[in-house]
Structures are given as structure tokens and as C-alpha cells.
């Protein structure tokens, strides 16, 4: 076989690795997130006891092939349980604005989605 034709190969032969090593890459993740919404919807919920104990909220923007930006925004609360362990949980900004650090109440939790959180005193889903 030329040596030409040996380093036409060998070159496909690592463009295609490299290719298949990236498609494995994204169906890992791919099935991570799957995992992570199926336990966010069809898991237990849970209720305890809770006080938070931390919040913030990630922003970036997401652009477009027309140039055009969009505003990606996630909220996060972490809570401190009457049991001593702690839950960091994803929400709706309508849910997160709500929330105040070192309020406490019942929450309400699955997987790692925040259900409602009823402050102390208070009947109505926060």
C-alpha cells in the first residue's frame, strides 16, 4: 500500500475516533438529563420542614444564527431540613422570587424541582 494512501487512512481513521468519541460524549449527557427530568417528574415529593438557606439564579445569554441573543435565566434555592441535611432545588422565577434567605416553612420537593414552600403562617403555595 503507497504511503499516501496509509496517511489518508490513518487520518480518517482518527477523524472518525475523534468523531465517535464526541457522539458518546453528547448521548451521555443527553441521558443524564433525560435521568434528571424523569426523577424531577416521576419521583416521590416529599415534605418537610424547611429553612432557606441560600438562593441565586444563573443567567447567560444564548445566541442565534440570526445574531439575535436570548436570555437564559435558571433559579436555585437551597434548604436546610428539620432533619439536618440540606436540598438544592431548580424553580420557576414566579417560585423564586418569593423566597427570602432564613424564611422558614414546609417544603415541598421532587427529584430536584421545588413543588411549593409554604412559609410559616402562611396557606397559600408560594
Excluded at 460524549?25 to 426523577?39: N, P, T, V
Excluded at 444564548?62 to 434555592?77: D, P
Excluded at 428539620?82 to 432564613?102: I, Q, T
Amino acid at each position: 500500500m503507497p504511503k499516501e494512501l496509509m496517511g489518508n487512512a490513518a487520518s480518517f481513521l482518527g477523524v472518525f475516533l475523534l468523531a465517535l468519541g464526541l457522539a458518546a460524549l453528547i448521548a451521555a449527557e443527553l441521558a443524564k438529563r433525560l435521568l434528571r427530568l424523569d426523577a424531577d417528574y416521576s419521583g416521590p415529593r416529599r415534605t418537610a420542614g424547611a429553612v432557606v438557606s441560600a438562593r441565586w439564579r444563573e443567567e447567560y445569554d444564548q445566541g442565534s444564527k440570526r445574531g439575535c441573543k436570548t436570555r437564559i435565566r435558571t433559579c436555585h434555592a437551597a434548604f436546610a431540613l428539620e432533619d439536618g441535611s440540606r436540598v438544592e432545588l431548580w424553580m420557576p422565577w414566579r417560585k423564586y422570587r418569593r423566597l427570602s434567605e432564613g424564611g422558614s416553612g414546609r417544603l415541598t420537593w421532587q427529584g430536584g424541582r421545588l413543588i411549593k414552600f409554604e412559609p410559616a403562617g402562611e396557606r397559600h403555595e408560594s
